[in-house]
């Protein structure tokens, strides 16, 4: 069983272009939460979707910064007009879901995103 | 804000048996302790978890109070591979909790 797949692994930007992070949950995971870990940091929480719908984005920024998880392909988390502080490992995880239980969250190897 | 207090760093020899203390004094009723550790760069690897009982796993030990406001995790071998960042955190298990990651120990396994 396959775990959790982030492409691609190492992303270099221009400031101001756009980043695309993609996600493939382990298989029958229907929960999505997405990481950030900025250097010599620890990791904090940006979102968590469900297929087709975000539940919590408490912890994204309120510009630039999108996801989604829709019915079909991995989860994306896009930044428009990267800046350098936007340079950090996105990690994403992935959770199953039984009754109200959600369980333990198995992560991703990342994505180190490096503006220039 | 983590709901969780360890030690910034430890030190462990090779073989031995490493001890990691976390202390969740606030723990509600129905809040989980997970481990998780992060080698280096890559993603943060589950360990175990638990509610109220000892719990055992193929990677380590999880020893938690009975009155839930601490727990110890251990790893009865240690080899150099252990050698990580671990993260005590404390979740409730309903759906939409996401991780709170403190700054976690870390552990050195000295050869």
């Known amino acids: 069983n396959a775990g959790v797949m982030q492409n691609p692994r190492h992303l270099v930007r221009r400031r101001g272009q756009e980043a695309r992070l993609r996600c493939s949950p382990m298989?029958?995971?229907?929960?999505v939460y997405w990481y950030r870990q900025l250097p010599e940091e620890g990791l904090k929480f940006m979102v968590y979707?469900?297929?087709?719908?975000?539940?919590?984005e408490s912890g994204m920024p309120k510009e630039r910064f999108s996801a989604e998880f829709p019915k079909e392909g991995p989860s994306i988390l896009r930044i428009q007009q990267v800046v350098r502080g936007d340079s950090a490992a996105y990690f994403c995880?992935?959770?199953?879901?039984?009754?109200?239980?959600?369980?333990?969250?198995?992560f991703g190897p990342g994505t180190r995103l490096t503006v220039t | 804000d983590a709901k969780t207090t360890q030690p910034p760093s430890m030190d462990c020899a090779e073989g031995r048996a490493a001890n990691l203390p976390c202390n969740h004094s606030?723990?509600?009723?129905?809040?989980?302790v997970y481990w998780y550790r992060q080698i280096h760069s890559q993603g943060p690897q589950y360990i175990i978890h638990?509610?109220?009982n000892n719990e055992t796993n193929e990677m380590a030990s999880l020893i938690i109070t009975e009155d839930r406001k601490s727990s110890t995790l251990i790893l009865p071998h240690a080899t150099l591979r252990d050698t990580a960042v671990y993260y005590c955190?404390?979740?409730?298990?309903?759906?939409?909790?996401?991780?709170?990651f403190g700054p976690g120990t870390r552990l050195s396994v000295l050869p």
């Open positions: 995880a992935s959770s199953r879901l039984a009754g109200d239980t959600v369980y333990e969250q198995y």
């Open positions: 298989k029958g995971h229907s929960h």
């Open positions: 979707l469900q297929k087709e719908n975000i539940i919590d």
């Open positions: 606030t723990i509600s009723g129905n809040e989980y």
């Open positions: 638990g509610l109220k």
């Open positions: 955190i404390v979740r409730p298990p309903s759906g939409g909790q996401n991780f709170v």
